[in-house]
């Protein structure tokens, strides 16, 4: 049996990659062990790679009112939506990673309002949907809703950028046939030895 592609478009050689580009890679590699398919689909545009990468660490990586965990909440729940495989197995791994729990991204990613979650990160993924699927529709009751939860001006950008973001980062990877790579399945899954 042959393994299916990675990606519908090709993939340059590592050493055909900008330094900055080709770095990064590695990097990621040494820390996880692996090269997440995301880069390489990526690496073929050298600016779009920049740019995609810059604006996805702006959101998950910052200290806010929302978790680490939570921003993963959010993809994971649109993705699913979306139906993004790439992005449901890739951040389902690192939601069970970062949120400690070995049953939570499969929860969220089949039916998150029945998931193990508080009503406050009930009420960011129900708006995360909404911009997600239906932007047009939002509106001052759905501002109002969050603050009931004690979201911030700045916590509801930071729900909305991360959905909105994500919904293109699902489009590309529908579009291009990205693969999720076989580790992600496993990671957060089992403790590690």
């Given at each position: ?6 990606y ?119 708006f ?18 969050l ?31 990205m ?15």
């Amino acid at each position: 049996m042959t393994s299916p592609a990675v990606y519908r478009f090709p993939v340059p050689p590592l050493a055909e990659m900008p330094d900055d580009i080709r770095s990064r890679i590695e990097g990621v590699q040494e820390k996880s062990g692996f090269v997440p398919n995301v880069f390489l689909a990526l690496a073929a545009r050298p600016d779009e790679f920049r740019a995609f990468f810059a604006y996805h660490d702006a959101l998950m990586e910052k200290d806010s009112g929302l978790s680490k965990a939570e921003r993963e909440m959010i993809v994971v729940a649109t993705s699913a939506a979306n139906q993004c495989q790439y992005c449901v197995v890739a951040h389902g791994a690192i939601l069970r990673i970062r949120a400690k729990n070995p049953l939570i991204a499969d929860q969220i990613a089949t039916n998150y309002r029945k998931a193990d979650i508080t009503p406050r990160q009930r009420a960011m993924l129900d708006f995360a949907m909404k911009v997600s699927r239906e932007a047009e529709t939002v509106g001052d009751s759905d501002f109002d809703a969050l603050k009931t939860h004690g979201f911030t001006d700045d916590d509801i950008w930071d729900i909305t950028a991360v959905a909105a973001f994500f919904a293109l980062s699902n489009r590309m990877a529908n579009v291009t046939a990205m693969r999720p790579n076989d580790e992600f399945y496993l990671m957060g899954r089992l403790p590690k030895a």
